[in-house]
């Protein structure tokens, strides 16, 4: 009976043995979807939208602003009066010149009635040919002074209406440099017109970055307000020095749209990037390393199974690697808890990391 105990004993330790081991449990974790990079980002920068042309108007003489007739933002239409002057000075100038005009004018008269006399005189033989001689020049003289004195009336006039400051095209008043009672020179900056029909986008950028960027720059022109409202750029022109401040240099832009939204003085947020040769980006945590080699583990999205894979690594940051290839743009990877995988292991997909 004894032997008997033993055996069934034995019996049982054998058939428990044959057993098979528990399954790996079910492991959650996080997870993402490779996805292949054809642009590389060169940074942020903001900006805003200004018209390409734009012009610094003055008055052509000077004297004592007395109205200013449109605000900052209005829209002219070309001859719109902008701002005058306090005339009486080149009122005056007109009035003296008009006399003085009236005055040559009646010279004038009595020099042709006395060239008559004398040449109706010297023509009976009771005159003298110094007499006529005398009489004509007076005639050709007062008639000099009176074309002068046409020019000076005229003259007058056209600075009496440079008192006025109009407008020399469509255009938004952008800025006033003076303001009414503001005694002002001839040529002086008054007022900024912008012409609001060719628009782009202005930014400043670090003199270090424009010696470095691609021929084949691409911007991204996006509202601030509104990221909806955008489009693509190029550059137009940058400032060959930077300012010695902010050690920037102003770009200008030119848009291959001009959406409604993006009127002159609109704040936009312009991103640079350049495109490059397709490369995989993955989260850091994403990677293992075993025995001096690179490798991930990539989800089996029908049967919810990982196994791992090795990679080559072409760079790496605090929070990333580019890896040259070893996946597929498309496939998702375990992003957290690579250390504690088994291949062939069931694992529970959570929501993307990114």
Sequence with gaps: MKRLGLLCAAMMLVACSEKEAPPEPVRPVLSVTVKALNEESLGRFAGSIQARYESNTGFRVGGRIARRNVDVGAEVQKGTLLATLDPSDQQNQLRSAQGDLARIQAQLIN?????????????????AQAQLDVATTDLKTTQASLDQARAAVSQSKDQLSYTELRADHKAVVTAWNAEAGQVVTAGQQVVTLAQPDIKEAVIDLPDTLVDQLPSDVVFSVAAQLDPSINTTAIIREIEPQAQSATRTRRARLSLAETPDGFRLGTAISVTLSSAIKPRLELPLTALQEVD???????????????????????????????????????????????????PGQSVKLDEDSQ
């Design 111 to 127: 020099a042709q009635a006395n060239a008559r006399r004398q040449q109706a005189l010297f023509d009976r033989g009771v005159g």
């Design 292 to 342: 001096g080699k690179s490798r991930i583990w990539v989800i089996d999205t029908q049967s919810k199974t990982v196994s791992p894979r090795d990679v080559t690594v072409i760079s790496r940051t605090e929070h990333s690697v580019v890896l040259a290839g070893g996946v597929e743009n498309g496939e998702r990877v375990v992003s957290a808890g690579v250390n504690s995988l088994k």
